[in-house]
């Protein structure tokens, strides 16, 4: 089967850091995604990794270990616009299938 | 640009009848997709277009969904019959480039209701 794992909740403080953490299973890897979804919202594309390492878009960073089956997302300077759900999926190699964890539900405190 | 268009924003319909979602992505991306999402099952991709062809439609539940692009500036996913379990937000987005080397718009969605 196909495992997508991710905290189900997470709580952090205005202008903090916080990594929220992936780790997968799959048949078949071809890329990582990260999407912000607002409560209501459609999600929202925030990063791709395909390659091992670090990807740098201005607060937010993604980094990928295709070797340990893992990535993490790292949310710097948070805002209270911050709050919101953030999902990993995964694009599976053998078809064009993605695959979506169940979604980490960010709290940004004052 | 508008962005990405959904029509309707919700449906309500019972047991059994036909419902037909549309979409019109953003003008100029080859690439259309559609999501489904549920507190259950959360985000599935159930098929993807390029240049208006069905190019994996593996995340298709049943044969009670299908979908078609007859143009590149219209989509349409038709459930028939619907049923409860149908019950879900379906989710449009377009692309420039295939997903993962472009960014993905998604449209604001269609909550569906299927008593």
């Known amino acids: 089967g196909q495992n997508i794992d991710q905290p189900t909740e997470m709580t952090a403080t205005e202008g903090a850091i916080v990594q929220i953490n992936c780790t997968y299973q799959?048949?078949?890897?071809?890329?990582l995604f990260w999407y912000q979804q607002h409560a209501g919202e459609a999600p929202t594309f925030l990063s791709y990794?395909?390659?091992?390492g670090l990807e740098e878009k201005g607060r937010f960073s993604s980094f990928l270990s295709r070797s340990k089956g893992y990535s993490y997302l790292l949310l710097k300077e948070l805002q209270m616009k911050d709050s919101a759900s953030y999902l990993c999926?995964?694009?599976?190699?053998?078809?064009?299938?993605?695959?979506f964890g169940a979604g980490t539900r960010l709290t940004v405190k004052p | 640009d508008a962005g990405v268009i959904q029509s309707p924003r919700h449906e309500v319909t019972e047991m059994g009848q036909e419902v037909t979602l549309r979409c019109k992505p953003i003008?100029?991306?080859?690439?259309l997709f559609w999501y489904r999402q549920t507190m259950m099952r959360g985000l599935e991709l159930l098929i993807y277009?390029?240049?208006?062809?069905?190019?994996?439609d593996s995340g298709m539940p049943e044969d009670r969904f299908s979908a078609k692009m007859p143009n590149a500036s219209f989509s349409t996913l038709k459930i028939q019959p619907s049923e409860p379990r149908d019950s879900a937000v379906y989710f449009c987005?377009?692309?420039?480039?295939?997903?993962?080397?472009?960014?993905?718009?998604f449209g604001p969605g269609t909550r569906l209701t299927v008593l």
């Open positions: 003008s100029g991306h080859d690439y």
């Open positions: 990794n395909v390659l091992d």
């Open positions: 999926a995964v694009r599976l190699y053998n078809n064009n299938d993605m695959r």
């Open positions: 277009f390029n240049n208006n062809v069905p190019i994996d």
């Open positions: 799959t048949s078949g890897f071809n890329g």
């Open positions: 987005a377009s692309s420039f480039r295939e997903f993962g080397t472009d960014t993905q718009y």
